[in-house]
Every structure is written in C-alpha cells, then in structure tokens.
C-alpha cells in the first residue's frame, strides 16, 4: 500500500513502572528514543499520526477513537510496551478491537522497540 496514512499507538512514558524495565531505561532515555523513532518515520517519508496513551483501557480506547475520527488510516502500529508487559494484555485487546470495529480492513503491524518501528511500516505501507 502506498502512500497510506499510518496511526502509531504506543504507551506514555510517563506511565510506565521503571523498576520492571531492564537497567539503562527511564523515562529521559524511553522518551529520546521515542522522538528519534517519531523522526526515522518522517525521515522515511512516512504519513504518521503518533497516539501515545496512558495504560488505562479505557482512556487509551478514547483516545484512539478520537484520532480515528480525524483520519483515514490504513495501517495501525502498537507499541512493544502494550504488547509485551502482561499487565498491559487488557489494553492491547481493547486497542486491537476498537481499530478492527473502527476502521474495517485495517492492517496491523508491531514493533519490538522505537528503533524497529520503520520496519514494522515498511512490511505493510510503502511512504
């Protein structure tokens, strides 16, 4: 698909329990690597709305209706932190389940961390 509009969902950082996270990841660190994924994409060419959330359901549910009101997105990106911390396991069915009834046909993809986010895209979406 090209030239398709790609929303990235992935968790606040200032939401997350450091102490469960491997040494070296705080919120300063988590938050410039973010930004430096967020300009990656720009940098690729990529049309992406970023929707960082807080971990509860139904908060980030809002949210996430809120910018697909605003848009037409063909590919949806969530985050490794939603994905991968079993406290989060609620969220992440939430947000795969309001994108499917919100946008039907909407692609999936997942990254494992902010720097793998452009390859995550570039399997589904094309800048």
Request: hydrophobic fraction near 45%; charged fraction near 25%; include cysteine.
């Given at each position: 698909m090209k030239n398709t509009k790609a929303?990235?969902?992935?968790?606040?950082?200032r939401s997350l329990d450091y102490?469960?996270?491997p040494d070296g990841v705080d919120e300063a660190s988590l938050t410039a690597r973010i930004a430096a994924?967020?300009?990656a994409l720009r940098?690729?060419?990529?049309?992406?709305?970023?929707?960082?959330?807080?971990p509860s359901p139904d908060g980030?549910?809002?949210?996430?209706?809120?910018?697909?009101?605003?848009?037409?997105?063909?590919?949806?990106?969530?985050?490794?932190?939603?994905?991968?911390?079993?406290?989060?396991?609620l969220l992440f069915e939430r947000l795969v389940n309001v994108l499917i009834e919100a946008v039907p046909g909407i692609r999936l993809c997942f990254n494992t961390s902010p720097e793998t986010t452009v390859d995550a895209l570039r399997r589904w979406i094309e800048p």
């Amino acid at each position: 698909m090209k030239n398709t509009k790609a929303l990235s969902i992935g968790l606040h950082p200032r939401s997350l329990d450091y102490s469960t996270l491997p040494d070296g990841v705080d919120e300063a660190s988590l938050t410039a690597r973010i930004a430096a994924g967020n300009a990656a994409l720009r940098e690729a060419g990529f049309d992406v709305v970023t929707c960082l959330v807080d971990p509860s359901p139904d908060g980030a549910e809002a949210a996430v209706r809120k910018l697909l009101e605003d848009g037409t997105f063909g590919v949806a990106m969530i985050g490794g932190g939603v994905r991968m911390m079993p406290e989060h396991t609620l969220l992440f069915e939430r947000l795969v389940n309001v994108l499917i009834e919100a946008v039907p046909g909407i692609r999936l993809c997942f990254n494992t961390s902010p720097e793998t986010t452009v390859d995550a895209l570039r399997r589904w979406i094309e800048p």
